[in-house]
């Protein structure tokens, strides 16, 4: 495992599509959790997904059961991640909404064939 790269200032980069598979997903009944190295500082990340936001998509979720890996992955594809590695990066502005490197990316969606 890469070490975190401590010195690396704030900045707020799009680093793209990430693998799913580089990031463990866990989820109850309410919450869909992402968490991983980030990908520019290597601090690890951990981002919640409430489902009552992202049921928003019209997704019907069965509240009473947790996810099934399908369903977490639908989730959480295309959503976007901050880097919330949760160390003030030299530069990290007030206010910021997360305390990390700045840099954000994509989950792609592991089942997806591409287009
Ligand atoms: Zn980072
Ligand atoms: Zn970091």
Redesign the pocket.
């Known amino acids: 495992m890469t070490a975190?790269?401590?010195d690396?200032r704030y900045a707020q980069l799009d680093l793209g599509p990430r693998e799913e598979s580089e990031f463990d997903l866990t989820s109850d009944s309410r919450t869909v959790v992402v968490s991983g190295p980030?990908p520019?500082?290597?601090?690890t990340?951990t981002t919640d997904f409430p489902l009552g936001v992202v049921g928003s998509k019209g997704m019907p979720w069965k509240r009473d059961k947790s996810l099934t890996p399908a369903e977490r992955s639908a989730v959480v594809a295309d959503e976007v991640l901050y880097?919330e590695?949760?160390?003030g990066?030299p530069e990290l502005p007030d206010g910021a909404l997360f305390v990390?490197?700045g840099a954000y990316w994509r989950l792609k969606p592991s089942s997806g064939s591409g287009t």
């Open positions: 975190h790269d401590l690396l980030c520019r500082c290597h601090g990340s880097c590695c949760g160390f990066h990390g490197c």
